[in-house]
């Protein structure tokens, strides 16, 4: 049993001037405050010499209260005279007193949704494409931690410092990108970001004014759209198909409208996996010199590439400096540790570390210390080569799965990398009706209009099977097949 101290002063005022007795106001407050819920059942209450040092009066006057307090049972005194709020009372939540003043720009909708909705038991979630916090190897990452810890005084992780981020890591940055994706970059060219969404806000940040258009895909990732208008760009959107962005019909546009950015995926597109072709790539970087944008690579899941050829990145080819390349390492050790980076000339390096200084100063040098331990130990490159053969493993299940439970009722491509698929179904008009049962089957599933620019969606859904093992693959797509079953609706 996990014993309870106090670990916060507990601190509330007198009023001056009150008829009551001074015990008898204390006595009140301290019930209000455990119906409101802020003393909760069993929790330590300051010793009687405490709480009169800080309402500044006669230690007698507390005794007097707490007496009153256990005679009427909102409190029980332990040994050693201490005293804790009754374990007998019922749990009370805490109601916060309500704003002083109310900001008029606050929603007042109970239906709009939250930014982050918790997971519910007993569903298999089909992700985006999130990996397996399963497989991440706490205890070699705790090892990590305790050791640029130890070292604290020698790398100066415990102090502020450059807002691009540690130097150490940015040169392992460096030396992986230049090494495993062909690009040819230093230490300046870097800037440390906490994953790879803050990475994709700073390209918009230091690229867009309000007015500019920034062009998207026809389905994209929301909140990299999102990033965008929040600093008011006007966001326009091309066509895809099974070799990536239509760079023809951006060509088009460019024809038109000056383009300031273009925001795209090109090794894996999210969400429908395709892989952009080396003819459309050249041409894409033609376009960028030609009418004059950047173009912002989100290369989100590099390292889950299944075929033995490997590909590039954009910005491998970028002689004119119009890309901005951004990647993160969360997904390939945890989430948690928002660790990403973004890659642009050093000019734009500089501009991204004046907006840090704005909003977050720096990223958290210890954890950035660690994570470059873990490059240069080969850790991480060790951990990605152990993940890798797994998410291979699950990702050859899934096909045989759905080829073999799931083929009357849709369409897939098998991606040649990342860590979900893309699938099509075959009645075109079931989408809803599929939602529907698929939340009665307990499964969830990620339709075409989440990542819609324009409505209405394609009849389509990405399944990410990187986070669930090999037995939940199974009973996702069994619960996927009778959702599918249940729907017989008109071709």
Known sequence: ???????????FELEPGSRLPVFMQIVQKIIEEIQAGRLTASSPMPSTRQLASNLEVNRKTVIMAYDELIAQGWLSSAMRSKTFVSPNLPVSPIH???????????????EEPSAWTPMQAGVIYFSDGM???????????????????LHAEKNHCLTYGDP????ALRSSVANMLNMERGLYVTPDNICIVRGSQMGIFLAARVLVQPGDYVVVEDLTYPPARDAFQSCGAQ???????????????????????????????PHHQFPTTVTMTAERRLKLLMLAETYDFHIIEDDYDHEFHFTHHPILPLASND??????????????????????????????VERCSREIMLMDRQGNSVTEQTVSELINSGTLRHHIRKTFKIYS?????????????????VEFRQPIGGLAFWILLKKQKIMQLLLKQAEKYKVSLLPAANFATHQPAPAAFRLGFGNLDLEEIHEGVMRLKLALEANHGPD
């Open 235 to 265: 966001i326009l959107s091309v066509g895809l198909d099974e070799y990536g962005l239509k760079v023809d019909e951006l060509e088009q546009l460019c024809k038109t409208t000056p383009i300031r950015a273009l925001y795209v995926t």
């Open 164 to 167: 691009r981020g540690m130097f």
């Open 393 to 409: 493993e699950r990702r050859h299940y899934l096909e045989q799965l759905i080829q073999e439970h799931l083929a009357d009722h």
């Open 96 to 110: 916060p007193a309500p704003s002083r003043t109310a900001s008029h720009t606050e929603s007042t909708n109970p």
């Open 319 to 348: 002689r004119q400096k119009r890309v901005i390349y951004v990647g993160s390492l969360s997904k390939v050790l945890a989430p948690a540790l928002r660790i990403g980076y973004l890659v642009a000339s050093s000019s734009l």
């Open 1 to 11: 049993m996990v014993k309870r101290v106090r670990l916060w002063d507990f601190k």
């Open 131 to 149: 990996p397996d916090t399963r497989l991440i190897p706490a205890s070699t990452i705790a090892r990590a931690f305790r050791h640029s810890l």
